[in-house]
């Protein structure tokens, strides 16, 4: 094999296109990319945040009539005692997910690509989890008394059943928002350190040489910080699997028809990630155009991210299709009948929606000019994310409207105050989204610059060293 | 003894991790690098030893599961024993998923708070190295070596620097806090 050099554009030709557009000095891209976040206010920001404060209002007034009046202002009822709410949860916590795989499982397969785009999906993360740990609260009925589930000694002597899926749950989502918060806040130390020198006005460098703690630089710090975020990024990634399938017992652990299914924990994973893949795609697109960011979020990335949305987009239609395998293969009649349900009951529309946009829409991702292309890949990402909405509000909730016992059956219908959890809790994401872009650097400045000398050094054929070398 | 800093930037990592292969050759202690970015072969230059970081992180993540165990057992199965569905009070594969997450929460706080307030001793806004305006392109684009020296030998090791390559030295009274 000729190991002669090749030049980059002979390599791009063979790997697809760049990782990183052009070589600019360490102070250009320093300064570019942190413009968004030292340079003055724009309007469209602005604009922006005013917009979705309005969707924000909706959702802190349902939030007020669930607090005040209780969670009879909801559709749900005795057999749906599960509805938006949990299926907010889930789909909330399953978009977290993908920041997770990106920032960690990717950097522990050293995929180069993730450099530029993991503190946008650790972010994302940060704020979907925050969403999601809302509604298991809420749906408390008594939310203000959420600190039972705490193991403490009370005076009543009794403890949390550490046998019950939900206290497991309690402790896998605290534990996961935690390590989020660490792995995502250690990742930006060195860039605040960078905003901190980077700007010009007094407010800011008092404000990022704070939240940079002193950051210096060091090489004495250096070292341990190289194998500190590796070994935070390893344990993030049984902790992301771990989650999820934890989320996954919260319905396979009951006797339900359509939720006893041992399936699910796989199949609840592969979905996170699916959902979550598509909404680092609905945010990047924008945001990339916004602030400018092509040159480090390339086609490449864009791209990269569509396989892996038609990868897990395979694995949930391989769930799909042996759920009502064992389904039928059981001989359980009412496990039978629970899929059946799916295809002619009350709700089969939405069965309908979620097959279309979870089976039929990543197919498109068979074509390069679909995975190039970023109005496709903006619409499918929406759809995607509406019918993962759509996949869990089957399962929890169509799959509740029909149990064991007919004289039990009742349909479910959301009332104005479940809408508002939901559609204000998006405003509210994005929202907090719209303050991280404007006041923290969302592309990891360091990452790049290392990555950039990865690639003079070694040459753009050459995979990068990752975490053997870091290790030693 | 009163301390400073000698600061000397270098134009490529060659001649920075040389310069503190020779420093240290010469029985110079207290030196350190600066740079945006974690720089390759900066471990051996300064002679560090292997990190502890993950010896921390084991033995924290090990409180944790072993805790997040005990904390079950000691609740549902020995203070108040709890019949739900006939399962025993110890029912171990029950216990799994709470002891996993303990174990990787202490481990997880373990690193992030052991790397900043014990490996790097943060928060620390006013380290010495800062007095110099300069030095703040150590995180935008310029390599820095930092040498901790007595001020009366601090013109001597600012001389050997520039010999060594630096292109700009500087010298910092302070000593760190």
């Not at chain 1, 019950?164 to 896998?172: E, G, H, I, N, T």
């Not at chain 1, 989320?247 to 979550?276: E, R």
């Amino acid at each position: 094999m000729s190991t002669a050099p090749k030049t980059l554009e002979e390599v791009e030709a063979l790997e697809g296109s760049p990782v990183l557009v052009g070589r600019p000095d360490d102070r250009a891209l320093s300064e570019s990319l942190l413009e968004p976040v030292l340079g003055p206010t724009r309007k469209g920001w602005l604009m922006l945040v005013g917009a979705l404060m309005v969707g924000v209002s909706y959702w802190i007034v349902s939030l007020i009539a669930t607090l005040f009046i209780g969670i009879g202002t909801w559709g749900n009822n005795i057999p749906v005692a599960w509805a938006f709410d949990i299926t907010n949860f889930v789909w909330w916590i399953g978009i977290g997910h993908a920041g997770t795989l990106i920032s960690a499982i990717l950097l522990l397969f050293q995929q180069r690509w993730r450099t530029s785009i993991n503190r946008f999906a650790e972010a994302m993360t940060l704020f979907a989890v925050a969403m999601a740990g809302l509604y298991p609260i809420i749906h408390l009925g008594r939310p203000w008394l959420f600190w039972w589930l705490i193991p403490y000694p009370a005076t009543t002597q009794v403890w949390p059943n550490f046998k019950s899926a939900l206290p497991w749950d309690v402790f896998a989502i605290s534990t996961y928002g935690t390590v989020s918060v660490l792995f995502w806040y250690l990742g930006l130390i060195p860039d605040l350190a960078t905003a901190r020198d980077v700007a010009k006005k007094r407010v800011q460098r008092i404000v990022y040489g704070i939240l940079s703690f002193g950051w210096r630089g060091s090489a004495r710090h250096w070292q341990h910080y190289r194998i500190g975020y590796l070994l935070l990024a390893g344990l993030s990634t049984p902790l992301v699997v771990s989650v999820h399938t934890i989320v996954s017992f919260d319905f396979a652990i009951s006797q339900l028809p359509g939720w006893h299914t041992t399936i699910f924990p796989p199949y609840f994973v592969a979905g996170a990630i699916f959902s979550g893949f598509a909404m680092v795609m609905t945010l990047m697109i924008p945001a990339r155009r916004a602030f400018g960011y092509q040159q480090v979020v390339t086609p490449r990335h864009l791209e990269n991210m569509a396989k892996v949305m038609l990868a897990t987009g395979l694995m949930v239609s391989y769930g799909y299709v042996m759920e009502h395998f064992i389904a039928w293969y059981s001989g359980n009649p009412a496990e039978q009948f629970a899929f059946l349900n799916r295809w002619n009951g009350d709700y089969k529309w939405i069965w309908f929606m979620q097959l279309f946009c979870n089976v039929l829409t990543p197919q498109i991702f068979w074509f390069r000019w679909a995975r190039r292309s970023e109005v496709v890949l903006f619409v499918a990402s929406i759809l995607i994310n509406i019918g993962m909405w759509a996949e869990r509000f089957v399962i929890i909730a169509v799959s509740l409207t029909r149990d064991f016992v007919p004289s039990s059956w009742a349909n479910y219908y959301p009332t104005w105050v479940d809408w508002g959890l939901l559609l204000g809790s998006i405003c509210m994401f994005g929202l907090l989204f719209s303050l991280f872009l404007r006041f923290l650097p969302a592309i990891p400045i360091f990452e790049v610059k290392e990555l950039k000398r990865e690639l003079e050094h070694h040459g753009p054929g050459v995979r990068h060293q990752g975490p053997a070398e870091v290790a030693r | 003894m009163t301390g400073s800093y000698v600061l000397a930037r270098f134009e490529r990592e060659g001649a920075l991790l040389d310069a503190a292969r020779a420093l240290r050759a010469q029985g110079h202690t207290g030196l350190d690098l600066h740079s945006p970015y974690p720089l390759h072969g900066a471990d051996e230059a300064l002679g560090l030893r292997r990190s502890t970081v993950p010896l921390v992180a084991l033995g924290a993540g090990v409180t944790g599961a072993v805790s997040g165990y005990l904390l079950q057992y000691g609740t549902v199965a020995y203070l108040w024993p709890l019949n739900v569905g006939g399962r025993p009070p110890h029912s171990p594969p029950a216990f799994i998923p709470v002891t996993f997450e303990l174990g990787i929460l202490f481990a997880s706080l373990a690193i992030f708070l052991g790397l900043l307030f014990a490996y790097f001793r943060f928060p620390r806004v006013h380290h010495p190295v800062f007095e110099l305006e300069a030095f703040r392109s150590a995180s935008i684009d310029a390599l820095w070596l930092s040498a901790e020296v007595d001020i009366a030998r601090a013109e001597a090791v600012a001389a050997e620097l520039r010999r060594l390559g630096a292109s700009h030295v500087a010298i910092v009274p302070g000593v760190a806090p």
